[in-house]
């Protein structure tokens, strides 16, 4: 099975402007997980779907915001960029029902940098 | 807020040696879980450790747990310098939620 899939890798942007990072979970996951982490903060959970539906949302502004599509991919918005956006932004997805061990599997990530 | 604190943020050993970090929470689990992060990488899912259980093996890995202190510890037995990395606890995942709450991690060095 192919792992959680998340696309850009990398990517630069400056103040103010928005960006949008992809993830697909492994097939068979509906429940998609977004994480960020930075070295002062550390993993801080964004938020969580299943069934296009948002399950939890963490204690970020606004200006993050995040979505599920009916084949569990995932997409999360950051819109008006602050410097204090660049961090390492992490998905994962996890089985539900009888299957899930409770075990989150992570991508890659996306490392955003904001000038 | 981060529920897990990892202790200590910084350990480095030579090959051979054993590594032993500890976690401590403060509210009650389900389940505790250790994760390992290359530089940079994603996370790669170690073991998970529910609240009824005390101790798990799996390979070189021992995980104990201890609910009336809220304390966890990893140990990595016969270091490799593959195992350099930085480990995580996480809390969390109750009630349906995949959400889970980290520590803040231990940077271990393992040295050939």
């Known amino acids: 099975k192919a792992g959680v899939t998340q696309t850009p890798r990398y990517l630069i942007k400056t103040r103010g402007q928005q960006v949008t990072l992809s993830c697909s979970p492994i097939?068979?996951?509906?429940?998609v997980s977004w994480y960020q982490q930075t070295p002062g903060q550390g993993l801080q959970f964004l938020f969580e779907?299943?069934?296009?539906?948002?399950?939890n949302k963490g204690n970020f502004p606004g200006r993050f915001s995040g979505r599920q599509f009916s084949n569990s991919r995932s997409e999360m918005n950051v819109s008006t960029l602050e410097l204090g956006d660049s961090a390492l932004y992490l998905c994962?997805?996890?089985?539900?029902?009888?299957?899930?061990?409770?075990?989150?599997?992570f991508g890659e990530g996306s490392r955003l940098t904001v000038l | 807020s981060q529920q897990g604190e990892e202790d200590p943020q910084a350990l480095s050993i030579q090959e051979g040696e054993n590594a032993t970090m500890n976690c401590s929470y403060k509210?009650?689990?389900?389940?505790l879980q250790w994760y390992r992060q290359n530089s940079g990488r994603g996370l790669v899912h170690l073991i998970l450790?529910?609240?009824?259980?005390r101790e798990k093996h799996s390979g070189r890995l021992r995980v104990t747990l201890d609910t009336s202190k809220k304390s966890s510890s990893l140990l990595i037995t016969a270091s490799r310098a593959a195992d350099t990395a930085s480990y995580f606890c996480?809390?969390?995942?109750?009630?349906?939620?995949?959400?889970?709450?980290f520590g803040k991690g231990t940077k271990l060095t393992v040295n050939p």
């Open positions: 994962a997805s996890s089985p539900v029902g009888r299957t899930n061990t409770g075990e989150l599997f």
């Open positions: 097939s068979g996951h509906r429940s």
């Open positions: 779907y299943f069934s296009e539906t948002q399950r």
């Open positions: 509210t009650s689990i389900n389940n």
């Open positions: 450790i529910r609240s009824n259980e």
């Open positions: 996480a809390t969390g995942g109750q009630g349906g939620s995949e959400k889970l709450v």
